[in-house]
């Protein structure tokens, strides 16, 4: 297996180990970088208690589902849909030899439904559960029946960066918790205000520049969706001042994998990146060599209308 430089979440992982053999159940708080989410499933596949049964990890983006995926395939020098892959909505990425399959919520809740007593998976792993949506707490409840009345032996971990978590353990029959700090670091805040009636792409690409002229390293910029990412990026890509050093890398949910996989990726070396992205960056993923970060302080949402009965963005 080739791990990389430590990680935070290594520490308290021999803990891990011990309480899901013992109890069955876990819950794992783990401050955002700490490696929660691509160590924590390679580093149980191989414990005796599995009995060579494979591992479901529920992730609830899709974005972050195939990055973490293709991550652990890398990790043990493997493609993704060998031993690591992952399900999703439209895409399958899996074969006979894969043990770690990630899925987001909707996968999860089917593959209970058909098959409640999960044949041949030994652990669920619910990821980001603070996020919390209908999916995943139904996935939840089910994974519990299922170990209630048809499998003693399948084991449950719950894992998020910002949980109650002893409410959680409560809901999962008084399971131990375990706690892994994560590595802090100095934050600076600058408001940079915007200018009267300023379209929200001038104002984001005034700011990438001043951004990118009075510090190193590369910038992600969260903005509300494809639409003004595409504008933003026209008008960086027409900027006379950006060096060739530059590269701009868009992030949404609908851009095909190789570019998603480029903004996730480290730059070159020499480059600089400027990572265009929606909110699906703001948690799961880890997006490598960002210094700073600009938020334009307004995002897309789905909100229920009760007049129409329907949800628009």
Same mark, same amino acid.
């Given at each position: 297996?080739?791990?990389?430089?430590?990680?935070?979440?290594?520490?308290?992982?021999?803990?891990?180990?011990?309480?899901?053999?013992?109890?069955?159940?876990?819950?794992?708080?783990?401050?955002?970088?700490?490696?929660?989410?691509?160590?924590?499933?390679?580093?149980?596949?191989?414990?005796?208690?599995?009995?060579?049964?494979?591992?479901?990890?529920?992730?609830?983006?899709? %974005?972050?589902?195939?990055?973490?995926?293709?991550?652990?395939?890398?990790?043990?020098?493997?493609?993704?849909?060998?031993?690591?892959?992952?399900?999703?909505?439209?895409?399958?990425?899996?074969?006979?030899?894969?043990?770690?399959?990630?899925?987001?919520?909707?996968?999860?809740?089917?593959?209970?439904?058909?098959?409640?007593?999960?044949?041949?998976?030994?652990?669920?792993?619910?990821?980001?559960?603070?996020?919390?949506?209908?999916?995943?707490?139904?996935?939840?409840?089910?994974?519990?029946?299922?170990?209630?009345?048809?499998?003693?032996?399948?084991?449950?971990?719950?894992?998020?960066?910002?949980?109650?978590?002893?409410?959680?353990?409560?809901?999962?029959?008084?399971?131990?918790?375990?706690?892994?700090?994560?590595?802090?670091?100095?934050?600076?805040?600058?408001?940079?205000?915007?200018?009267?009636?300023?379209?929200?792409?001038?104002?984001?690409?005034? &700011?990438?520049?001043?951004?990118?002229?009075?510090?190193?390293?590369?910038?992600?910029?969260?903005?509300?969706?494809?639409?003004?990412?595409?504008?933003?990026?026209?008008?960086?890509?027409?900027?006379?001042?950006?060096?060739?050093?530059?590269?701009?890398?868009?992030?949404?949910?609908?851009?095909?994998?190789?570019?998603?996989?480029?903004?996730?990726?480290?730059?070159?070396?020499?480059?600089?990146?400027?990572? %265009?992205? &929606?909110?699906?960056?703001?948690?799961?993923?880890?997006?490598?060599?960002?210094?700073?970060?600009?938020?334009?302080?307004?995002?897309?949402?789905?909100?229920?209308?009760?007049?129409?009965?329907?949800?628009?963005?």
């Amino acid at each position: 297996m080739n791990i990389s430089q430590p990680m935070p979440i290594d520490e308290v992982l021999p803990v891990l180990i011990e309480k899901l053999q013992e109890s069955g159940r876990a819950v794992l708080t783990a401050e955002p970088g700490a490696g929660k989410t691509t160590r924590t499933p390679l580093a149980l596949l191989n414990e005796a208690w599995l009995d060579g049964q494979g591992i479901i990890m529920l992730e609830p983006r899709r %974005l972050a589902a195939r990055a973490a995926a293709v991550y652990m395939a890398q990790q043990l020098g493997e493609s993704v849909g060998e031993t690591v892959g992952y399900r999703i909505r439209t895409e399958s990425r899996v074969s006979a030899r894969t043990r770690i399959t990630v899925v987001t919520e909707g996968i999860l809740t089917r593959m209970l439904q058909n098959d409640p007593g999960l044949t041949g998976i030994g652990l669920i792993i619910f990821d980001e559960f603070h996020e919390r949506s209908l999916h995943a707490d139904l996935g939840l409840a089910l994974a519990m029946q299922s170990r209630s009345l048809l499998r003693e032996d399948l084991r449950i971990l719950v894992m998020s960066a910002t949980l109650d978590a002893v409410a959680v353990a409560d809901l999962l029959e008084d399971a131990p918790v375990i706690e892994c700090k994560g590595s802090m670091y100095p934050v600076e805040t600058i408001y940079v205000p915007s200018r009267q009636n300023e379209p929200l792409e001038s104002a984001a690409t005034r &700011t990438i520049l001043q951004a990118l002229h009075d510090h190193s390293g590369s910038l992600l910029v969260f903005l509300p969706g494809a639409r003004e990412i595409r504008r933003v990026q026209s008008a960086l890509d027409q900027e006379q001042r950006l060096g060739s050093d530059v590269l701009i890398t868009p992030l949404y949910g609908s851009l095909p994998q190789d570019l998603q996989q480029q903004a996730i990726a480290v730059p070159p070396s020499g480059k600089r990146k400027i990572v %265009l992205a &929606t909110s699906i960056a703001e948690s799961s993923l880890t997006v490598a060599g960002i210094t700073v970060v600009i938020d334009s302080g307004l995002r897309r949402t789905a909100l229920f209308s009760p007049r129409t009965g329907i949800s628009r963005l």
